[in-house]
Structures are given as structure tokens and as C-alpha cells.
């Protein structure tokens, strides 16, 4: 089952055309994964200030299907997908709120490392849970 975030478009969300500038539909995709994170019991704040294991950004793409403007209301579903045993994926499908119309998708993809040596890691034991609970795993 995919974890669900709501939320408005804002003003400072658009470019000079009035619509989502293409970079703000990532910060909201990472909007969405950091409550999916605290829905699960993750504490933020020890999270992203971790000194045992760092879980950056390796890739990020978006398609766009249609423009999303000031005061629309959108819904992300956030699945997440073990890929190995230091790397997963996390898939968005924006959608209108209201008519649920698909307006993008989002992909990215994280790795797992010591952030002292940047050597990969194997995800942790609190990562495995919020994957078991928001996607898929291959055991």
C-alpha cells in the first residue's frame, strides 16, 4: 500500500509561466518522503544528522503529464522497492487531488553509506521496516 501526502501548490512553488518550475516537483516528492519517514516512527532530526549511515540521493527524474498551478491540490503516493542490499528506489504518482488525473511521476534513487569513508552500507534495520511498510522488498 503506498503512503499517501496531501498538499497545495503555492505561489513560490511556480516560475514566471505560473506553473510548478520543474525542480520545486522533487522538493515536494522529498516533502512526502520525510512523512512517510516520521509516519513510520523515524525521528527526523537523528535521521538526517546520523553519523552511522547517510541514505543520499543517487538519482532523480520526473515526467510531467500536464502543468500544476497555484492554489491546485495534489495527492503523491510514495512506493518505495529494495534494489540491493545498499540501494532502493522510491517511486511518486502525482495526482490532482480532486480528480485524481495523473500530472507526474517521480523516481529516485538512494544508497546507503558509511558517511565518513562513503562506503556503501547495508540498508538498516529501520530503513528495511519503513520499506517493508511503504513498498516492496525482494525477500
Known sequence: MPFTYTRTIRFQDTDAAGVVYFANVLAMCHEAYEESLAASGINLKLFFSNQEVAIPIVHASVDFFRPM???DHIT???TSKVLTREKF???YQIVMAESD???AKA???HVCIDPIGRTRK???AEMMQWLHQWGETED
Open 69 to 71: 498551478f497555484c492554489g
Open 122 to 124: 547495508q540498508i538498516p
Open 101 to 103: 488525473q495523473l500530472v
Open 107 to 109: 523516481i529516485s534513487r
Open 76 to 78: 503523491i503516493y510514495l
Open 89 to 91: 528506489a522510491t517511486a
